[in-house]
């Protein structure tokens, strides 16, 4: 799992247009490999990067009421409080209700946890220390945003705020592109990114530079690579090249 947390935004933002074209949807989270997957049924079993199959648990129906696992880390928009079955990291999730959707970008300094709220989110549940202490990063809008430090992406029609970054004493920000319906992902770091064109190549977390790979267009399906545990919301089968974690990607539609 490792190249999920930089993308946990954009599986969020992916996840909101989702719900514009999808009838009730539900968030399915995987036991095995914490992937998370905003559906209208239950994903398949095929393809998980972390065992031979996918152990799906309903956590409940989407909605706009934020909750965080203080044991898994798991980061849910949930219409009511989600299932405490199918933790990832315990024999229980145990859930904190952190706020209310809106367009506000916050980052918890201690964990890194980043969230869309209407206004600042509760300090309890950080899977990291005693309390969640939150970033207000800038509001979410047209631009797509990366941390060279962190990996954190964040959408902001300005340059977010440079404090609370988790993995040095500032955050450095680089601007890489508008936000649109086409998905990059880079070989290096393993960012996935919604993009109206081919993203800005500098400011990546991994090497001097990004090398993005145009790998689909955003639709309401959702793919998952067994290699590298990327997930993804496409119209179609995404491309196979350009995978962090091999030659190449292969992709489970879940």
């Known amino acids: 799992m490792k190249f999920l947390k ?6 969020c933002f992916a996840a909101c ?3 514009q074209t999808s009838q009730s949807p539900h968030n399915y989270l995987c036991r095995h490999c914490g992937s998370l997957v905003t559906a209208d049924h239950r994903p398949t079993t095929t393809g998980c990067p972390s065992a031979s199959y996918h152990s799906w648990t309903d956590l409940g129906t989407f909605g706009n009421t934020i909750y965080q696992c203080r044991h898994c880390g798991t980061i849910i928009y949930n219409e009511s409080s989600p299932s405490s079955s199918g933790c990832p ?3 229980y999730h145990s859930w904190s209700k952190l706020g209310t959707f809106g367009s506000n970008a916050y980052q918890c300094r ?9 206004s600042t989110p509760s300090s309890s549940g950080c899977t990291a ?8 990063l800038g509001g979410a809008s047209d631009k ?3 941390c060279r430090h962190c990996g954190t992406i964040v959408h902001s029609s300005s340059t977010p705020s440079s404090s609370g970054c988790t993995a040095s004493s500032y955050h450095s920000w680089t601007n890489l592109g508008n936000v649109g319906d086409q998905v990059y992902m880079c070989r290096h770091c393993g960012a996935v990114l919604y993009s109206e064109s081919s993203p800005s190549s500098t400011g990546c977390p991994s090497s001097s530079y990004h090398s993005w790979t145009r790998i689909a267009k955003f639709g309401d399906n959702a793919y998952q690579c067994r290699h590298c545990g990327a997930t993804v919301y496409a119209s179609s089968t ?6 962090p974690s091999g030659s190449y990607h292969s992709w489970t539609k879940l």
């Open 144 to 146: 797509n945003y990366m």
């Open 6 to 11: 930089p993308i946990v935004v954009v599986l």
């Open 89 to 91: 990291s315990s024999s």
């Open 238 to 243: 995404p491309s196979t090249t350009g995978c």
């Open 17 to 19: 247009l989702a719900m």
């Open 129 to 136: 220390a005693s309390y969640h202490s939150w970033t207000k």
């Open 110 to 118: 201690h964990c890194g946890s980043t969230i869309y709220c209407s």
